[in-house]
Protein backbone atom coordinates (compact mmCIF):
# COMPACT_ATOMS: atom_id res chain seq x y z
CA UNK A 1 0.00 0.00 0.00
CA UNK A 2 1.80 3.68 -0.61
CA UNK A 3 0.70 6.95 0.69
CA UNK A 4 -0.11 10.08 -1.29
CA UNK A 5 -0.50 13.87 -0.73
CA UNK A 6 -3.82 15.24 -1.71
CA UNK A 7 -4.09 18.80 -0.24
CA UNK A 8 -1.58 21.23 0.91
CA UNK A 9 -1.93 24.37 2.61
CA UNK A 10 0.08 26.70 4.43
CA UNK A 11 0.27 30.39 6.19
CA UNK A 12 2.18 33.20 4.86
CA UNK A 13 5.82 33.52 6.84
CA UNK A 14 5.86 36.35 9.23
CA UNK A 15 9.08 37.76 9.86
CA UNK A 16 10.15 37.65 13.95
CA UNK A 17 7.82 40.06 15.50
CA UNK A 18 6.20 40.68 12.33
CA UNK A 19 2.85 41.03 11.26
CA UNK A 20 1.91 37.27 13.02
CA UNK A 21 3.72 37.92 15.88
CA UNK A 22 0.02 38.56 17.88
CA UNK A 23 -1.15 35.25 16.65
CA UNK A 24 -1.02 32.15 19.58
CA UNK A 25 1.00 29.23 17.71
CA UNK A 26 -1.63 27.31 18.54
CA UNK A 27 -4.10 29.28 16.78
CA UNK A 28 -1.48 29.55 13.56
CA UNK A 29 -1.99 26.05 13.46
CA UNK A 30 -5.52 25.53 13.56
CA UNK A 31 -5.74 28.19 10.92
CA UNK A 32 -4.02 25.72 8.26
CA UNK A 33 -6.15 22.67 9.71
CA UNK A 34 -8.92 24.57 9.34
CA UNK A 35 -7.51 25.67 5.57
CA UNK A 36 -6.89 22.47 4.19
CA UNK A 37 -10.18 20.91 5.72
CA UNK A 38 -12.16 23.74 3.88
CA UNK A 39 -10.38 22.04 0.39
CA UNK A 40 -11.93 18.77 0.81
CA UNK A 41 -15.23 19.76 1.84
CA UNK A 42 -16.52 16.05 0.97
CA UNK A 43 -14.04 14.84 4.65
CA UNK A 44 -16.10 13.42 7.15
CA UNK A 45 -13.94 14.45 9.73
CA UNK A 46 -14.09 11.83 11.95
CA UNK A 47 -13.06 9.74 9.64
CA UNK A 48 -9.09 11.59 10.18
CA UNK A 49 -7.66 8.58 11.79
CA UNK A 50 -4.60 10.90 13.40
CA UNK A 51 -3.24 14.30 13.41
CA UNK A 52 0.73 14.27 13.49
CA UNK A 53 2.39 17.69 13.82
CA UNK A 54 5.80 19.16 14.13
CA UNK A 55 6.92 21.40 16.42
CA UNK A 56 10.34 22.56 17.56
CA UNK A 57 9.48 25.34 20.71
CA UNK A 58 6.92 23.45 22.95
CA UNK A 59 7.92 25.43 25.64
CA UNK A 60 4.85 27.80 25.69
CA UNK A 61 2.01 28.34 23.98
CA UNK A 62 1.74 25.45 22.35
CA UNK A 63 1.14 23.40 25.70
CA UNK A 64 3.31 20.66 24.31
CA UNK A 65 0.88 19.12 22.58
CA UNK A 66 0.22 21.56 19.63
CA UNK A 67 -0.62 18.82 17.30
CA UNK A 68 -3.94 18.03 19.79
CA UNK A 69 -4.48 21.56 20.66
CA UNK A 70 -4.44 22.78 17.39
CA UNK A 71 -6.78 19.70 16.07
CA UNK A 72 -9.41 20.44 19.01
CA UNK A 73 -9.47 24.46 18.29
CA UNK A 74 -10.17 23.93 14.80
CA UNK A 75 -12.81 22.00 15.15
CA UNK A 76 -11.70 18.39 14.40
CA UNK A 77 -13.68 16.01 16.48
CA UNK A 78 -12.43 14.85 19.52
CA UNK A 79 -12.38 11.12 18.95
CA UNK A 80 -9.41 11.86 16.31
CA UNK A 81 -6.02 11.13 18.41
CA UNK A 82 -3.31 13.97 17.46
CA UNK A 83 0.69 13.42 18.67
CA UNK A 84 3.33 15.92 18.39
CA UNK A 85 6.79 15.74 16.89
CA UNK A 86 9.74 16.98 17.46
CA UNK A 87 12.91 16.51 15.36
CA UNK A 88 13.61 20.74 15.28
CA UNK A 89 13.79 21.65 11.71
CA UNK A 90 12.96 18.72 10.21
CA UNK A 91 9.71 18.30 12.41
CA UNK A 92 6.64 18.70 9.86
CA UNK A 93 8.41 16.26 7.11
CA UNK A 94 9.17 13.94 9.81
CA UNK A 95 5.45 14.80 10.71
CA UNK A 96 4.49 13.74 6.90
CA UNK A 97 7.22 10.14 6.73
CA UNK A 98 5.27 9.15 9.99
CA UNK A 99 2.55 9.56 8.47
CA UNK A 100 2.82 8.01 5.65
CA UNK A 101 4.07 5.40 7.08
CA UNK A 102 1.07 4.69 9.17
CA UNK A 103 -0.51 4.66 5.89
CA UNK A 104 2.03 2.12 4.12
CA UNK A 105 1.42 -0.39 7.32
CA UNK A 106 -2.32 -0.31 7.25
CA UNK A 107 -3.04 1.53 10.64
CA UNK A 108 -4.45 4.45 8.93
CA UNK A 109 -6.15 6.23 5.34
CA UNK A 110 -6.64 9.29 6.38
CA UNK A 111 -3.47 11.42 8.54
CA UNK A 112 -3.66 15.47 8.35
CA UNK A 113 0.11 16.05 9.12
CA UNK A 114 2.17 19.45 9.53
CA UNK A 115 3.97 21.93 11.90
CA UNK A 116 3.85 25.15 13.48
CA UNK A 117 7.05 27.65 14.97
CA UNK A 118 6.06 30.80 16.58
CA UNK A 119 9.90 31.89 17.00
CA UNK A 120 8.76 35.02 17.83
CA UNK A 121 6.79 34.43 21.05
CA UNK A 122 8.77 31.33 21.95
CA UNK A 123 9.22 32.20 25.71
CA UNK A 124 12.37 32.56 28.10
CA UNK A 125 12.80 30.08 30.52
CA UNK A 126 14.08 29.64 33.80
CA UNK A 127 15.90 26.56 35.42
CA UNK A 128 14.78 25.32 38.68
CA UNK A 129 17.50 25.42 40.81
CA UNK A 130 19.10 22.59 42.59
CA UNK A 131 18.39 23.72 45.80
CA UNK A 132 16.09 25.54 47.25
CA UNK A 133 16.30 29.26 48.17
CA UNK A 134 19.61 30.17 45.90
CA UNK A 135 21.24 32.73 47.08
CA UNK A 136 22.66 33.87 43.27
CA UNK A 137 20.69 35.03 40.37
CA UNK A 138 18.99 32.83 37.56
CA UNK A 139 18.91 33.86 33.90
CA UNK A 140 16.39 33.63 31.52
CA UNK A 141 17.41 31.28 28.59
CA UNK A 142 15.33 31.90 25.18
CA UNK A 143 13.73 29.33 23.70
CA UNK A 144 13.71 30.87 20.33
CA UNK A 145 16.56 28.96 18.43
CA UNK A 146 19.73 27.02 18.90
CA UNK A 147 21.61 25.20 22.04
CA UNK A 148 19.88 25.61 25.79
CA UNK A 149 20.75 24.40 28.94
CA UNK A 150 23.27 22.65 27.93
CA UNK A 151 24.56 19.39 29.36
CA UNK A 152 28.38 19.89 30.47
CA UNK A 153 29.05 16.38 29.24
CA UNK A 154 28.44 17.37 25.83
CA UNK A 155 32.03 17.96 23.76
CA UNK A 156 32.28 21.53 22.87
CA UNK A 157 32.69 20.93 19.22
CA UNK A 158 28.87 19.57 19.22
CA UNK A 159 27.84 22.35 20.67
CA UNK A 160 28.66 25.50 18.82
CA UNK A 161 26.18 27.71 17.63
CA UNK A 162 24.37 27.24 14.02
CA UNK A 163 26.25 29.83 12.24
CA UNK A 164 29.60 28.77 13.67
CA UNK A 165 28.54 25.42 12.47
CA UNK A 166 28.06 26.26 8.60
CA UNK A 167 31.44 28.63 8.80
CA UNK A 168 32.91 25.37 9.35
CA UNK A 169 30.86 23.71 6.77
CA UNK A 170 32.45 26.92 4.64
CA UNK A 171 35.95 26.00 5.66
CA UNK A 172 35.53 22.24 4.71
CA UNK A 173 33.97 22.94 1.05
CA UNK A 174 35.54 26.13 0.51
CA UNK A 175 32.25 28.10 -0.75
CA UNK A 176 32.74 31.99 -0.88
CA UNK A 177 30.98 34.99 0.48
CA UNK A 178 30.28 35.30 -3.18
CA UNK A 179 28.54 32.20 -3.98
CA UNK A 180 26.76 32.45 -0.60
CA UNK A 181 25.17 36.54 -1.88
CA UNK A 182 24.60 35.23 -5.19
CA UNK A 183 22.71 32.30 -4.08
CA UNK A 184 20.91 34.32 -1.38
CA UNK A 185 19.59 37.19 -4.15
CA UNK A 186 18.80 34.17 -6.57
CA UNK A 187 15.93 32.89 -3.46
CA UNK A 188 14.42 36.49 -2.88
CA UNK A 189 14.58 36.78 -7.11
CA UNK A 190 12.75 33.53 -7.45
CA UNK A 191 10.65 33.66 -4.39
CA UNK A 192 9.02 37.21 -5.98
CA UNK A 193 8.64 36.08 -9.45
CA UNK A 194 6.98 33.03 -7.60
CA UNK A 195 4.42 35.01 -5.79
CA UNK A 196 3.68 37.69 -9.04
CA UNK A 197 3.20 34.89 -11.09
CA UNK A 198 0.56 33.51 -8.61
CA UNK A 199 2.14 30.23 -7.88
CA UNK A 200 1.71 30.44 -4.17
CA UNK A 201 -1.60 32.00 -4.50
CA UNK A 202 -3.23 28.41 -4.01
CA UNK A 203 -0.64 27.34 -1.60
CA UNK A 204 -0.83 29.70 0.74
CA UNK A 205 -3.91 30.92 2.74
CA UNK A 206 -4.08 34.55 4.87
CA UNK A 207 -3.69 35.14 8.29
CA UNK A 208 -4.03 37.86 10.00
CA UNK A 209 -3.36 39.98 7.50
CA UNK A 210 -1.09 38.94 6.13
CA UNK A 211 -1.37 37.47 2.65
CA UNK A 212 2.33 36.87 1.39
CA UNK A 213 5.20 36.17 3.03
CA UNK A 214 6.54 39.10 4.59
CA UNK A 215 10.27 38.69 4.01
CA UNK A 216 10.50 38.52 0.84
CA UNK A 217 12.47 40.98 -0.82
CA UNK A 218 12.31 41.90 -4.49
CA UNK A 219 15.47 44.46 -4.45
CA UNK A 220 17.78 42.53 -3.30
CA UNK A 221 21.50 42.56 -4.90
CA UNK A 222 24.70 40.78 -4.39
CA UNK A 223 26.29 44.66 -3.55
CA UNK A 224 23.79 45.14 -1.11
CA UNK A 225 24.22 41.98 1.02
CA UNK A 226 28.49 42.33 0.63
CA UNK A 227 28.18 45.35 2.52
CA UNK A 228 26.69 43.17 5.73
CA UNK A 229 28.94 42.23 8.56
CA UNK A 230 29.78 38.55 9.38
CA UNK A 231 27.35 37.41 12.15
CA UNK A 232 29.15 34.62 13.48
CA UNK A 233 33.27 35.49 12.77
CA UNK A 234 34.98 38.75 12.75
CA UNK A 235 36.43 37.49 8.73
CA UNK A 236 33.34 34.72 8.55
CA UNK A 237 31.31 34.85 5.48
CA UNK A 238 27.86 34.38 7.07
CA UNK A 239 25.60 37.57 7.26
CA UNK A 240 21.61 38.25 8.40
CA UNK A 241 21.64 37.94 4.49
CA UNK A 242 22.81 34.77 3.21
CA UNK A 243 20.75 32.58 6.22
CA UNK A 244 17.06 32.19 6.92
CA UNK A 245 15.41 34.91 9.14
CA UNK A 246 13.80 33.67 12.35
CA UNK A 247 10.09 33.31 11.54
CA UNK A 248 6.61 32.46 12.27
CA UNK A 249 4.64 30.63 10.08
CA UNK A 250 2.34 26.93 9.90
CA UNK A 251 2.51 24.24 7.49
CA UNK A 252 -0.35 21.69 6.56
CA UNK A 253 -0.68 18.40 4.45
CA UNK A 254 -3.67 15.95 3.94
CA UNK A 255 -2.27 12.16 3.55
CA UNK A 256 -3.67 9.21 2.38
CA UNK A 257 -4.09 5.97 0.85
CA UNK A 258 -5.26 4.96 -2.54
CA UNK A 259 -8.34 4.00 -1.76
CA UNK A 260 -8.80 7.23 0.40
CA UNK A 261 -9.23 9.19 -2.50
CA UNK A 262 -13.54 8.36 -2.17
CA UNK A 263 -13.56 9.38 1.58
CA UNK A 264 -11.59 12.73 0.72
CA UNK A 265 -13.37 13.73 -2.89
CA UNK A 266 -9.81 14.16 -4.68
CA UNK A 267 -7.38 12.67 -6.56
CA UNK A 268 -4.22 12.23 -4.88
CA UNK A 269 -1.65 14.79 -6.49
CA UNK A 270 2.06 13.18 -5.67
CA UNK A 271 3.16 9.37 -3.95
CA UNK A 272 5.16 9.06 -1.36
CA UNK A 273 8.10 6.85 -3.20
CA UNK A 274 10.60 7.02 -0.55
CA UNK A 275 12.06 8.27 2.55
CA UNK A 276 15.51 9.01 3.70
CA UNK A 277 17.19 9.97 7.46
CA UNK A 278 20.73 10.34 8.12
CA UNK A 279 22.96 11.80 11.20
CA UNK A 280 26.46 13.01 11.47
CA UNK A 281 28.06 14.88 13.93
CA UNK A 282 26.39 17.64 15.29
CA UNK A 283 28.47 20.38 14.14
CA UNK A 284 28.20 18.88 10.64
CA UNK A 285 24.31 19.12 10.31
CA UNK A 286 24.09 21.14 7.04
CA UNK A 287 25.55 18.48 5.35
CA UNK A 288 23.41 15.17 6.38
CA UNK A 289 20.52 16.35 3.44
CA UNK A 290 22.95 14.79 1.01
CA UNK A 291 22.98 11.16 2.69
CA UNK A 292 19.34 11.22 3.45
CA UNK A 293 18.43 12.17 0.37
CA UNK A 294 20.80 9.57 -1.61
CA UNK A 295 18.77 7.29 0.89
CA UNK A 296 15.13 7.83 0.11
CA UNK A 297 16.47 8.00 -3.87
CA UNK A 298 17.41 4.57 -3.40
CA UNK A 299 14.19 3.35 -1.35
CA UNK A 300 12.35 4.53 -4.28
CA UNK A 301 14.03 2.89 -6.74
CA UNK A 302 15.63 6.14 -8.75
CA UNK A 303 18.65 7.75 -9.18
CA UNK A 304 19.44 11.66 -9.03
CA UNK A 305 19.55 11.79 -13.09
CA UNK A 306 15.86 11.23 -12.83
CA UNK A 307 15.23 13.90 -10.66
CA UNK A 308 12.91 16.64 -12.41
CA UNK A 309 12.60 19.18 -9.23
CA UNK A 310 14.19 19.52 -5.38
CA UNK A 311 13.19 21.45 -2.17
CA UNK A 312 15.98 22.08 -0.07
CA UNK A 313 14.95 24.27 2.99
CA UNK A 314 17.62 26.93 2.88
CA UNK A 315 18.89 27.07 6.44
CA UNK A 316 21.91 28.88 5.18
CA UNK A 317 23.38 29.26 1.71
CA UNK A 318 26.59 27.53 2.71
CA UNK A 319 24.92 24.47 3.54
CA UNK A 320 22.46 24.70 0.65
CA UNK A 321 25.04 25.07 -1.66
CA UNK A 322 27.31 22.46 -0.41
CA UNK A 323 24.68 20.02 -0.55
CA UNK A 324 23.30 20.80 -4.30
CA UNK A 325 27.38 20.51 -5.35
CA UNK A 326 27.06 17.06 -4.01
CA UNK A 327 24.13 15.69 -6.06
CA UNK A 328 24.99 17.60 -9.10
CA UNK A 329 28.05 15.33 -8.50
CA UNK A 330 26.12 12.36 -7.93
CA UNK A 331 23.85 13.50 -10.80
CA UNK A 332 21.22 15.92 -11.18
CA UNK A 333 21.34 17.18 -13.88
CA UNK A 334 21.19 20.97 -13.30
CA UNK A 335 21.54 22.99 -9.92
CA UNK A 336 18.76 25.31 -11.42
CA UNK A 337 16.23 22.62 -10.71
CA UNK A 338 16.75 23.31 -6.62
CA UNK A 339 14.63 25.59 -5.14
CA UNK A 340 12.73 26.97 -8.35
CA UNK A 341 10.40 29.03 -6.76
CA UNK A 342 12.63 30.19 -3.94
CA UNK A 343 13.97 29.43 -0.64
CA UNK A 344 13.93 29.99 2.95
CA UNK A 345 16.62 32.92 2.79
CA UNK A 346 13.71 34.54 1.02
CA UNK A 347 10.63 32.74 2.46
CA UNK A 348 11.39 32.39 6.10
CA UNK A 349 12.36 29.35 7.98
CA UNK A 350 9.71 28.82 11.23
CA UNK A 351 11.15 25.87 11.98
CA UNK A 352 8.39 23.36 12.39
CA UNK A 353 6.70 24.00 9.38
CA UNK A 354 9.35 24.76 7.10
CA UNK A 355 9.35 20.84 5.99
CA UNK A 356 5.43 20.81 4.95
CA UNK A 357 6.13 24.22 3.20
CA UNK A 358 8.81 22.10 1.04
CA UNK A 359 6.92 19.17 0.87
CA UNK A 360 3.70 21.41 -0.33
CA UNK A 361 5.68 23.41 -2.76
CA UNK A 362 7.60 20.32 -4.25
CA UNK A 363 4.17 18.62 -5.34
CA UNK A 364 3.30 21.36 -7.16
CA UNK A 365 6.53 22.51 -8.84
CA UNK A 366 6.37 19.02 -10.39
CA UNK A 367 2.56 19.36 -11.83
CA UNK A 368 3.52 22.93 -13.24
CA UNK A 369 6.60 21.29 -14.84
CA UNK A 370 5.09 17.89 -15.84
CA UNK A 371 8.16 16.30 -13.97
CA UNK A 372 7.36 12.78 -12.84
CA UNK A 373 10.08 12.50 -9.42
CA UNK A 374 11.04 15.27 -7.06
CA UNK A 375 13.22 15.45 -3.67
CA UNK A 376 12.12 17.83 -0.31
CA UNK A 377 14.64 17.86 1.91
CA UNK A 378 16.11 19.67 4.86
CA UNK A 379 18.80 19.66 7.36
CA UNK A 380 18.24 19.23 11.08
CA UNK A 381 20.33 21.03 14.11
CA UNK A 382 22.59 18.67 15.80
CA UNK A 383 23.50 16.78 12.86
CA UNK A 384 20.24 15.50 11.27
CA UNK A 385 18.67 15.39 7.78
CA UNK A 386 15.34 14.08 6.51
CA UNK A 387 14.34 13.96 3.19
CA UNK A 388 10.94 12.65 1.02
CA UNK A 389 10.92 11.44 -2.60
CA UNK A 390 7.63 12.29 -4.52
CA UNK A 391 5.80 10.74 -7.86
CA UNK A 392 3.51 12.94 -9.37
CA UNK A 393 0.43 11.42 -10.01
CA UNK A 394 -0.26 13.04 -13.19
CA UNK A 395 2.74 11.41 -14.29
CA UNK A 396 3.00 8.33 -13.21
CA UNK A 397 -0.13 7.11 -14.76
Keep these: MSAYVYATVRSPFGRFNGALAGVRPDDLAARVIEAVLDRTPDLDRAAIDEVVWGNANGAGEENRNVGRMAALLAGVPTSVPGTT ?125 LTRDEGVRPDSSVDKLAALTPSFRPDGTITAGNASPLSDGASAVLLGSERAASLIGLEPVARIAGRGAFALDPQAFGYAPVEAADRALARAGIDWAQVGAVELNEAFAVQSLVCVDAWVSQGLKDPELVNQKGGAIALGHPLGASGGRVLGTLAKVLRERGERWGVAAICIGVGQGLAVVLENTEVAR
Excluded at 114 to 137: C, N, Y
Excluded at 178 to 183: A, N, V
Excluded at 186 to 198: F, K, N, P, T
Aim: charged share 25%.
Design 85 to 209: VNRLCGSSLDAAMIGSRQIETGDSEVVLVGGVESMTRAPWVLPKPARAFPAGDLTAVSTTLGWRLVNPRMPKEWTVSLGEANEQLRDTYDISRERQDEFAVRSHRLAAQAWDDGFYDDLVTPVAG
